[in-house]
């Protein structure tokens, strides 16, 4: 039995990945560690989405080469989007790299592992790289690696869309959705491990079922998903703006299961900046779309996405986003700065805005959106609301936090409750009875559980 360490990097779609290659190994027999220096094998899981995070996985992989120059480990497998996208010069930069894997490879790393693989010890067996990426179903197991009560339920995989910034499409291919029978399957284990919370994810989660001719595709797995005992939350991630349709608002209105929370990244507002990034939906349907979720919707908490310094934008493209972000008053708001990938359409565009333009900019929304959650959380004063119990904070270990159906894991504000007498993965009545910026808190109303 080979001790195995994993590191995992970049978004949820990824962690998601990561679970299943554990579940995968786990039942072949092989022991996970959390313990890198343990490890006779290491296997880095990376992102290669944007500059930072390219950077972040370099650095991880040059880690855990140190360990295997000095340490205990033996094998050294890179996978995940970094070397879908840098699989030759990862190589050659690299030489303590035994083998590297591009995304949605991992039934093959067992045959590396178990020396079943064709081409186990030979020089050329070292880039395993498939172009474009290949495809395999998610498997019947995973292991967790986010709290037991919450977890995220990856719907498919790629992206159809052509967006002008991302390099997703040429990295993990067109859209492909997983078979509504298989996901409900998933979270029927999910619930019996005890997960109460699932958070639907995928590179554009509104385009589900398009591939499989489905009509209505998530709106016709949402109402499966609900049916499933245990599951308690249902949380929508990357919902595309432009498949937002009324059915989808309807139903998210009328199931108590769906949280009323939409995260519909918008990237920008200006109709030429739209234009210019390869966005198909333009301003006017954006706030027709905006309009009919909270008209429909009392109370649903929008979340979105935008990028400072796109190639061309002026200071009146910005000027009319931070009016846009003013007026709509986004509950959630995620600021980037663009950043020049090449392989994208827009590295062909010249990045003539100024990295501490972008930056200024970044930091002008921020501010204004910091104002805005202050405003909004304070609103919420003595409300009651429904609050997952997530235990003590990571970082503040004596604080006891949880979560709002409004607050999305990890990226969202949190709820700080004031007192002990609670276990993680209840989900309690709580009165909101202080904000601050991006936090709540709260105490329970009565001490019963929902």
């Known amino acids: 039995m080979k001790k195995i360490g ?6 949820p779609k990824n962690s998601v990945d990561t679970e299943y290659l554990l579940g995968d190994l786990t039942t072949q027999g092989y022991e996970i560690t959390p313990h890198q220096e343990e490890a006779e094998v290491l296997i880095v899981n990376t992102c290669g989405f944007i ?16 360990l295997k120059l000095d340490g205990n480990c033996r094998k050294l497998i890179v996978t ?20 590297l894997f591009g995304v949605n490879q991992y039934p093959k790393l067992k045959e590396v592992l178990d020396g079943s693989h064709p081409a186990n010890g030979e020089a050329k067996g070292r880039n395993q790289v498939p172009s474009p990426a290949e495809y395999f179903a998610p498997y019947a197991e995973r292991i967790l690696t986010t709290p037991f009560y919450s ?28 078979e ?15 997960v109460k919370e699932l958070n639907l994810v995928s590179q554009d989660t509104t385009m589900y079922g398009f591939d499989l001719r489905m009509k209505d595709g998530l709106t016709r797995l949402l109402k499966a998903l609900v049916k499933v005992d245990g599951i308690e939350w249902i949380r929508l991630f990357y919902c595309y703006p432009t498949f937002i349709k009324s059915d989808l608002i309807d139903l998210i209105a009328a199931e108590e299961k769906i949280c009323s929370y939409i995260d519909v990244p918008l990237q920008h507002t200006h109709d030429e900046m739209l234009a210019k990034m390869k966005r198909q939906e333009r301003e ?36 009319h986003m931070k009016d846009f972000l003013q007026e709509i ?68 270990g004596f604080l006891v936090t949880g979560r709002l159906p409004t607050q999305a894991p990890e990226i969202d504000g949190q709820v700080i409750i004031e007192e002990s007498d609670v276990e993680p993965g209840q989900i309690l009545l709580m009165r909101i009875t202080g904000a601050t910026d991006y936090d709540l808190v709260a105490t329970s109303v009565d001490g019963e559980k929902i």
Do not use: W
């Open 6 to 11: 994993v590191v995992s990097l970049g978004c």
């Open 51 to 66: 500059e930072s995070a390219k950077k972040e996985s370099v650095d991880a992989i040059l880690e855990m080469a140190q």
């Open 151 to 178: 977890a995220y339920l990856k719907i498919g995989e790629g992206c159809s869309n052509r967006c002008a910034f991302c390099i997703i499409p040429k990295m993990r291919g067109n859209f492909r959705s997983f």
């Open 80 to 99: 995940g989007c970094l070397s879908e996208r840098y699989s030759e010069d990862l190589l050659r930069e690299i030489p303590e790299i035994d083998h």
């Open 180 to 194: 509504l029978d298989a996901l409900v399957m998933e979270a029927r284990q999910l619930a019996a491990k005890g």
């Open 284 to 319: 006017q349907g954006v706030r027709a779309m905006l309009n009919e979720i909270r008209e429909k919707i009392p109370g649903v908490a929008l979340r979105t996405t935008f990028i400072t310094g796109f190639p061309g934008e002026t200071e009146a493209h910005f000027n």
């Open 329 to 396: 008053q986004f509950d959630h708001v995620g600021i980037f700065t663009y950043s020049h990938e090449e392989g994208t359409t827009a590295h062909q565009y010249p990045d003539d805005v100024p990295e501490a333009v972008k930056e200024e900019r970044k930091a002008e929304l921020m501010a204004l959106q910091r104002d805005i959650c202050r405003r909004r959380n304070q609103s919420r004063i003595g409300e009651v609301h429904p609050v997952l119990i997530e235990g003590l904070d990571a970082e503040e």
